[in-house]
């Protein structure tokens, strides 16, 4: 089941400056994927519960455990710009 799409059009939404060589390449790809979607889109799926993975998955939770940390002074000492024990960043939001 062929799938019309035009690739010119598409390359101009996208800003990109294609020859006739890449357009026809890049039409012939995209006809071939949207065809495969169609295909799977025509899949009688009534009554197969929906899934976002085909095997059953946990998650491998582990205890979130603190190893060491550095002394703060010796962080801040490494800081550009710090006001007591606080980074100094440049503003970037507008009040």
Partial sequence: MPVDID???????????????????YRRQCEVVLEHAALVQSLLTEGVPPTSHPLPRTNAFREDLVTGSLPREEVLSQAPDRDGDF????RILDE
């Fill in 7 to 25: 690739i010119a059009k598409v390359a101009r939404l996208a800003r990109l400056a294609l020859n006739e060589e890449e357009l026809e390449r």
């Fill in 87 to 90: 980074f100094v960043v440049p």
